[in-house]
């Protein structure tokens, strides 16, 4: 009777064991399976964001090029505007400075005095003020019938500005023109000394 106890407390013993045994096991198998699928999870989230990144990049990229893309166009309108109203202030300018000479002339002075005072070459002075009367033409209304007298009128003022001067010498001379005095158009002026200043 004793032997029968004493086994049926050992198999007890070892069915518990084996049951602790099998617990421990199913746990660890459980924990196995948890780390696992966090360490996939984790990774499937890590691949995520690179796909996400490499949208938001493109999609920043093509923003940003649509921005350049507008910005060279919005400069290149400035540019446009800045280019003609400069080229519009120089016209401007340059009429006003021929207007300036076409007075100094009225008043006496001659190309080449005008040139020595001012720093500029006799053809600016000259180019400038054709300009003035170029433009002074432009704008004067010409009646009926007076088209011959006006056209007479600007060839006389444009020849007194282009007017070659002439060559001066040792003594004050000047050398005459090739071309003669006596048609009174395009005839060289007289020298002049380039100290006179400028009217008022």
Same mark, same amino acid.
């Given at each position: ?9 050992? !198999? ?19 924990? &196995?399976?948890? $780390?696992?699928?966090?360490?996939? *999870? ?8 690179? /796909? !996400?990144? =490499?949208?938001?990049?493109?999609? @920043? ?9 507008? &910005? ?11 280019? =003609?109203?400069?080229?519009? #202030? ?18 006496? +002075?001659?190309?080449?005095?005008? *040139? ?20 002074? $033409?432009?704008? +004067? %209304? ?6 011959? /007298?006006?056209? @007479?009128?600007?060839? @006389? ?6 007017? +070659? #001067?002439?060559?001066?010498?040792? $003594? ?13 158009? $395009?005839?060289?002026?007289?020298? %002049? ?8």
């Amino acid at each position: 009777m004793a032997n029968a106890t004493t086994k049926h407390a050992v !198999k007890q013993r070892v069915l518990e064991a084996r049951r602790a045994e099998k617990a421990a096991r199913e746990a660890r198998e459980a924990a &196995i399976v948890d $780390g696992l699928s966090e360490f996939l *999870a984790e990774v499937d989230r890590a691949a995520a964001v690179g /796909t !996400k990144l =490499e949208d938001q990049v493109a999609a @920043a990229r093509a923003k940003a090029l649509e921005r350049v893309e507008r &910005i060279e166009q919005e400069t290149e309108e400035r540019i446009a505007k800045l280019t =003609e109203a400069a080229r519009e #202030e120089t016209a401007r300018c340059e009429r006003a400075a021929g207007e300036a000479v076409m007075r100094l002339r009225e008043q006496g +002075e001659t190309v080449t005095a005008i *040139a020595s005072q001012t720093g500029q070459s006799q053809n600016r002075v000259r180019e400038l003020g054709k300009l003035a009367t170029t433009a002074q $033409g432009a704008t +004067e %209304v010409v009646p009926m019938g007076s088209a011959d /007298t006006c056209g @007479a009128s600007e060839d @006389a003022e444009s020849a007194g500005v282009n007017a +070659e #001067e002439p060559d001066v010498v040792p $003594g004050g001379g000047a050398v005459a023109a090739s071309d003669g005095a006596g048609d009174g158009v $395009g005839a060289e002026e007289p020298a %002049v000394d380039t100290a006179t200043s400028l009217s008022a």
